[in-house]
């Protein structure tokens, strides 16, 4: 055999056994066997299909079908079958279809199935490896006139701070039409930094820099049984805040990225977003905000309120930055986008999806060193003047702004030069309505202060601030938005516990809005 030494034949054989076994050493090596950072969390029961399953994105005749196969060693490709049935039985298949998956988008599965029905509920799953998942029900958008709709609203879900339970409890509801996520869906920071490592611990241990930084903190998220359970009974419309990527995130940069640290912060970015369009069951497009409509009842629209065209923000409001026409939350394009989606809808509400508070705050009772959030609206007045002038001039009315961010629950009747133009008697002055949502788990002032002092921080609030109708900065849980054709309804239920992932929740508050009218009661 040419290139071999001159050996007897037992003495060959050993030679190529050993060049074989060399040569596959070399071959696992660039391919090694895959390995989980989170394979602790794992339930042997949904192997291989360990995060369960997702849908997203609904509209009248198609919805994101979501999951992830982890195989036990890396493959160079999996094929993943998928069905769709109008029964939880699968007696008919309504749809099926087969696709793949690989390492290059994390073994993750997104399917965008059409053809489906209006206002439908829809059951499916997938088989890989011989296996198949859990079944997840769906539900596709309506047309035409609706008596109803109903829209669990979450935002800040932090793993170290707790377990995921209000995700938990709207999984047990069967009247949620779909679940509207404000962002903050993960967070970036290492173990320890924000969280109490004594409920659990983050992985990766450090700070999220790299892609597969950012898909081991999606992957550790989706193994919480909340975020499991919620994602397989309802659909999910999702915007990302900051924390998908880093604190206080703007086009350019982040208040949590320094480059000598971090590195390039585009390639960050760009690790940031592919991770996520890997892990959620959301529509790929150059464009993150978009718009969902529920008939003639509903339009809803979901800001970019981080990546699309966020400035730097102001560093105080003496800033000349911070009064400048240059400063701008949304862009111009999207900003185009969405005062021709308030002037053109039909609909009988507009519902805003929106990450950070719009209606004026005064905070100075509180945070006397910061009178104003400069990351919120508030820091970015220009803009938002153009847009209360859009909502005033063309008299569009039954405007819904919900919130997430500031890990509190708000009931507030947006409006602008509070103690000039606004009567809190009347509510004459007041141009919408905006109701934010509290934190799934991250961090409230009840984490770093007593309820008592909580509430007297709530009470200093309000009296600076007599549009804002309703504030807790103490509890834990999600929102209820129910839509009538003639009133809306908001309802925050916050849960008892987050040390352990089975607790008991509490109706906590329950407003009321009249079509026509910006005014709660």
């Known amino acids: 055999m040419k290139g071999l030494p001159t050996l007897g034949l037992l003495g060959r054989l050993s030679l190529l056994v050993a060049l074989t076994a060399v040569a596959c050493s070399k071959k696992e090596a660039a391919v090694p066997r895959l390995t989980e950072e989170v394979a602790e969390h794992f339930d042997p029961a949904l192997k291989p299909f360990y995060h369960g399953v997702a849908s997203g994105d609904p509209l009248a005749d198609r919805v994101i079908l979501w999951t992830r196969v982890t195989p036990d060693t890396q493959l160079p490709k999996i094929n993943v079958a998928w ?46 490896l011989n296996a198949t998942s859990p079944v997840g029900q769906t539900k596709t958008t309506p047309t035409g006139p609706q008596d109803s709709l109903k829209l669990a609203i979450v935002s800040c879900s932090n793993w170290e701070w707790g ?32 969280g109490d490592t004594t409920i659990r611990k983050n992985l990766p241990t450090h700070e999220i820099v790299t892609l597969q930084d950012y898909r081991t903190r999606h992957s550790l998220y989706r193994l919480d049984k909340g975020l499991r359970r919620l994602s397989q009974r309802h659909p ?172 509190a629950s708000w009931a507030i009747e947006a409006a602008t030069e509070v103690k000039k133009t606004y009567n809190p008697q009347t509510s004459k002055g007041a141009f919408a309505v905006e109701l934010g949502t509290t934190s799934v788990s991250s961090a409230n002032d009840n984490e770093y202060h007593s309820t008592d002092t909580v509430r007297r921080m709530e009470e200093a609030m309000r009296k600076a601030n007599p549009h804002v109708k309703y504030l807790n900065a103490r509890d834990h849980g999600y929102l209820l938005l129910t839509l009538y054709p003639q009133a809306a309804r908001g309802e925050w239920y916050y849960m008892e516990s987050l040390r352990q992932p089975e607790t008991s929740e509490v109706l906590g508050k329950r407003v009321r809005v009249k079509r026509g009218q910006s005014r709660i009661e």
Do not use: C
């Open 236 to 407: 999910m419309i999702a915007i990302w805040d900051d924390h998908e990527v880093a604190n206080n995130v703007y086009t350019t940069g982040a208040q949590n990225h320094q480059p000598g640290q971090e590195g390039d912060f585009a390639k960050r970015r760009e690790a940031a977003v592919k991770a996520y369009y890997e892990w959620l069951p959301i529509r790929e497009s150059a464009k993150h905000y978009r718009a969902f409509s529920y008939g003639s009842l509903a339009d809803v629209f979901m800001l970019d309120e981080r990546l699309e065209g966020r400035t730097k923000p102001a560093d105080s409001m003496n800033d000349p930055a911070f009064l400048s026409e240059e400063q701008t939350m949304l862009g111009q394009e999207q900003l185009a986008w969405f005062e021709n989606g308030l002037k053109n809808s039909t609909a009988q509400w507009k519902v805003v999806g929106n990450q950070v508070i719009f209606a004026d705050v005064e905070l100075s009772p509180v945070y006397p060193k910061m009178p104003r959030n400069l990351d919120s609206w508030d820091g970015y007045p220009k803009e938002k003047a153009r847009l209360v002038e859009t909502i005033r001039t063309q008299k569009i009315q039954d405007i819904i702004f919900i919130t997430g961010d500031t890990h």
């Open 83 to 128: 069905e769709v049935a109008e029964d939880e039985a699968f007696a008919s298949i309504y749809r099926t279809d087969t696709t793949s998956t690989h390492a290059a988008r994390d073994y993750t599965v997104k399917v965008d199935v059409d053809g489906l029905k209006p206002g439908r509920k829809y059951f499916y799953r997938f088989k890989a």
């Open 163 to 194: 377990f995921f339970n209000a995700y938990d409890k709207i999984a047990n509801r069967t009247d949620v039409d779909a679940v509207i996520h404000l962002g903050d869906y993960i967070y970036e920071y290492g173990q320890g930094k924000y």
